[in-house]
């Protein structure tokens, strides 16, 4: 579909195009649903999009995106005011794992999986492990090299839709002997491969998105290996970069629309003085998130801090502004236990968002890690 690049005119045609192909009543139909339908459902969902060149905006012209900053902050708004389901099962593919193939992919491997991902492939995150969470660098899922093929075995875990996925994005040490940091390789996983055994982890919230990966002797092939061999933490940085930066632009619409929208209306009438004195301080942090997300995605070169701070403003926004939900909404909220599946960390379903939102300062490094990036690489303080 051809859309206009003047913005008002834009903003009509995503408009017009969200009423007649946002999915009516998915809220019920995605509330308990059992996970073939969540898939099913969500797969739909991302052809629906994808087929109007809508469902990869910020990827590049040639690969199925091109819209500007802009636009995507236009799409975003629309999405949330129309209350349109969440891309959740396509997430790491359209943003981790495109992000990290046009950094650092071959020609072959961008190729090979960026149409895939278009055409419905699922991607994971094989990061974090049992004693490599906030100290990524401590990984020791081991790959030895043998032939034209890498021979994969450990443990990973919040691998966040696993049990779904076609490929992982792996880091794994290639040589035991090298520093932490410069011992690691970045490697295509097939989730097909012979000795994968995905488990997934039942959460607070009754939901078992995330996962853990067992692997023994996992095969991997040598030309799956993304960057030089023992360069997968430079590498690892383009992943967790569109992970603390670029996701940001479309969760901020979202948290500043339907989250902040929602909020209002959880607050019972009349609003006195204290509540309203803190939904104005929620809609002023929500508007300086929102100039954060649209000036970070929007510069050719990128500050070394700027992802984290993004990130780090977003994660602790998002769990304050469920705190308060949850309070305002009264015992009643507490008495929800089940939310839709392709919904986000602003469902409406208060206490359970505000279980939810503890992912955010936990997942592509704590808010801790956050502040000792931005400290050292953007504040250039000594080492601790």
């Avoid at 072959?108 to 991607?123: K, S």
Wanted: proline fraction near 5%; aromatic fraction near 8%; charge should be negative.
């Amino acid at each position: 579909m051809n859309w206009s690049a003047d913005l008002d005119e834009f903003r009509t045609e995503v408009g017009e195009w969200c009423r007649e192909h946002v999915p009516s009543g998915w809220r019920e139909g995605q509330t308990g649903v059992g996970d073939d339908e969540f898939v099913r459902f969500q797969k739909g969902w991302f052809r629906e999009l994808r087929d109007a060149g809508l469902a990869v905006p910020h990827w590049p012209r040639e690969w199925g995106g091109g819209l500007t900053v802009a636009q995507q902050v236009i799409l975003y708004q629309e999405l949330a005011a129309h209350d349109a389901p969440r891309l959740v099962l396509a997430f790491v593919a359209i943003h981790h794992a495109a992000a990290t193939l046009l950094a650092a992919g071959t020609d072959e491997q961008r190729a090979r999986h960026l149409p895939a991902i278009l055409d419905g492939e699922i991607w994971v995150q094989g990061f974090s492990e049992p004693d490599a969470g906030s100290d990524l660098a401590a990984l020791r899922t081991a790959a030895r090299r043998h032939g034209d093929t890498y021979v994969v075995n450990g443990q990973k875990l919040w691998a966040s839709g696993a049990a779904h996925a076609d490929w992982c994005l792996l880091l794994a040490r290639t040589d035991p002997t090298a520093p932490t940091r410069r011992g690691i390789s970045y490697l295509l996983m097939d989730m097909r491969s012979p000795g994968i055994d995905v488990r997934p982890i039942r959460q607070a919230t009754g939901e078992s998105h995330f996962c853990e990966l067992f692997l023994d002797d996992v095969e991997v092939p040598a030309a799956n290996l993304i960057g030089p061999e023992n360069d997968g933490w430079r590498v690892a940085q383009q992943t967790l970069g569109a992970e603390r930066g670029t996701t940001m632009l479309e969760l901020a619409e979202r948290l500043g629309n339907a989250g902040f929208r929602w909020l209002v209306e959880a607050c019972p009438p009349p609003i006195d003085a204290l509540v309203a004195d803190r939904l104005a301080a929620f809609e002023t942090e929500i508007a300086g998130l929102r100039a954060l997300c649209r000036d970070h995605v929007g510069k050719s070169e990128p500050g070394p801090a700027d992802a984290s701070i993004v990130k780090l403003v977003y994660s602790e926004l998002l769990q304050r502004l469920m705190d308060f939900g949850t309070e305002v909404a009264g015992l009643e909220t507490h008495t929800v236990l089940r939310k839709p599946a392709s919904s986000g960390w602003e469902s409406g379903a208060w206490a359970l968002d505000f279980i939810s939102s503890w992912e955010w300062t936990i997942p592509g490094g704590t808010s801790e890690i956050q502040r000792t990036i931005i400290g050292e690489r953007g504040l250039g303080l000594p080492r601790g």
